[in-house]
């Protein structure tokens, strides 16, 4: 009996510092060193939350960049791809539909490279970030739409360059931009 006593006093020991004290501990450091990123890299704009940079949003408005597909459509609880494989037939299909919405929308010609990323769903299916080229085969669409005379078009391009991040670490992965965060500096080109 002396030691189921003891088992449950160790139990209850690191119950409250692993579950407790530990999780208080690190959460308050990172509330110190990095606040924005400790609440989830939240955007507000007049006040008001319209998303995070680390999740991509469904836009399919013509005045927009258009996000990277989704599997789960951006909701981050059930987060996932659709695990189809590459020899799966559906996968197939997806990937040669994508690619003719997204030809057709930008109306771009049939012979144009798309890039991966926006025929292919994330693995998580929450992934906010395009290359600087599916950015550049939406410029003449977005420009077309919300009337943009030949200096704004530039302008929109410059902005393209100036939000293109590199590489993770200088080597992880490749150039890419944050729509949601591209999409919100669109919004002010006069």
Known sequence: MKTFFISIKIFLFFTILTGILYPLFITGIAQILFPAKANGSIISRNNKAIGSAL??????????????????SYNPLPSGGSNFGLSNSKLKDLVNQRKKQFIAFNRLDSF?????????????????????????????????????????????????????????FLCLGEERINVLLLNLNLDQIK
Not at 61 to 67: D, E, L, N, P, W
């Open 55 to 72: 999740i991509g949003q469904q836009s399919d408005t013509a005045i927009y960049f258009s996000s990277r597909p989704s599997a789960v």
């Open 112 to 168: 144009t490279v798309i890039p991966s990323e926006m025929l292919f769903a994330s693995a998580s299916g929450l992934d906010p970030h395009i290359s600087p080229d599916a950015a550049f085969l939406q410029v003449n669409r977005i420009a077309k739409a919300r009337h943009f005379t030949d200096i704004q078009k530039r302008k929109l391009e410059q902005c393209i360059r100036d939000l293109t991040e590199g590489p993770q």
